[in-house]
């Protein structure tokens, strides 16, 4: 398989499942740590917050490898989560509505006294995921470009700082690239701001096709944009930046705007701060644009 498309399916799955204290013993437990439980998952609106600490719970009783929630806004999972040999799949309701699609893996079959006891802790987890999900649709109003729906400057800025200290705790690379397009004011004069809100929306689409979920695409505003590439080293990079070019000269609105893409490339250095790694991007993609444009440059 293809370095690139094993990148792109992998979504940093590890071969790592949950800690798992099930005991035989523990059927006949009354389970008395459920009553606190409503009262932790209550105690945060952050999704990735809610679904670790319920995974948490879960694990203490059923051997999970990770736990996913899904909604049609978004998607979060357990660190660790591995897409499992065997998933039991279900859906978190309000009022006969549909909140989310809850999938728990694991690497042995779910028996029958698994999924009555999933099912009851389960009973805690549909509101607070649907108050998490509120808020996280609510903060997503405030770090969202609206036009291409990519993360806005606000949103990169946040996700940045995030990005470099998780880096650093966890000891995984961490690349970035950014992105301008070329010829784009041109092409904007030449055939409108509507067509050029198009070209931009194009490129989004772009974007979202050469990365996984666990990666993060950005507009800063006009034509410039940026991703961070979690867990991934420079080559992966640069794999993805060739693929973004390929597919924008692909790309028939393109084409006819002559619009391309010169990007800059940098890989976090050990004890790098956020500034100094995106002074090092930036510069690549200046050199990029320096040299004939429609290139990739990395630090």
């Not at 989560?81 to 978190?92: C, R």
Request: proline share 1%; with cysteine.
């Amino acid at each position: 398989m293809d370095i690139l498309q094993s990148y792109l399916s992998s979504d940093q799955n590890t071969l790592n499942p949950l800690p798992s204290q099930f005991l035989a013993q523990d059927q006949q437990s009354d389970f008395s740590s459920f009553a606190s439980l409503t009262e932790r998952l209550h105690s945060s609106l952050d999704l990735q917050r809610i679904v670790q600490i319920f995974a948490d719970e879960v694990a203490k009783y059923v051997q999970i490898s990770g736990i996913r929630i899904q909604t049609e806004a978004a998607s979060v999972q357990t660190e660790r989560f591995v897409e499992g040999i065997y998933e039991h799949i279900t859906e978190l309701h309000i009022n006969q509505k549909s909140v989310a699609i809850l999938t728990y893996a694991s690497y042995r079959e779910f028996e029958n006294q698994d999924l009555r006891l999933l099912q009851s802790l389960q009973n805690k987890l549909t509101m607070p995921v649907y108050n998490g999900l509120q808020y996280f649709l609510l903060q997503q109003q405030t770090v969202k470009d609206h036009l291409t729906q990519l993360g806005n400057r606000a949103g990169f800025d946040e996700q940045f700082e995030m990005a470099i200290a998780r880096t650093q705790r966890d000891e995984q690379p961490l690349t970035l690239l950014v992105i301008d397009l070329d010829n784009f004011k041109r092409a904007n004069d030449t055939y409108g701001h509507e067509m050029g809100d198009e070209v931009l929306k194009t490129f989004a689409k772009i974007l979202r096709r050469c990365i996984r979920r666990s990666d993060l695409a950005f507009r800063f505003g006009g034509d410039e944009f940026a991703i961070l590439l979690n867990n991934a080293e420079e080559d992966i990079a640069m794999r993805v930046a060739s693929r973004i070019q390929s597919l924008v000269a692909q790309s028939a609105i393109m084409h006819q705007c002559q619009v391309s893409s010169s990007i800059g490339c940098a890989a976090w250095e050990y004890s790098e701060t956020s500034k100094q790694l995106f002074r090092r991007a930036d510069s690549a993609l200046y050199l990029a644009k320096d040299s004939g444009k429609n290139q990739l440059k990395c630090a």
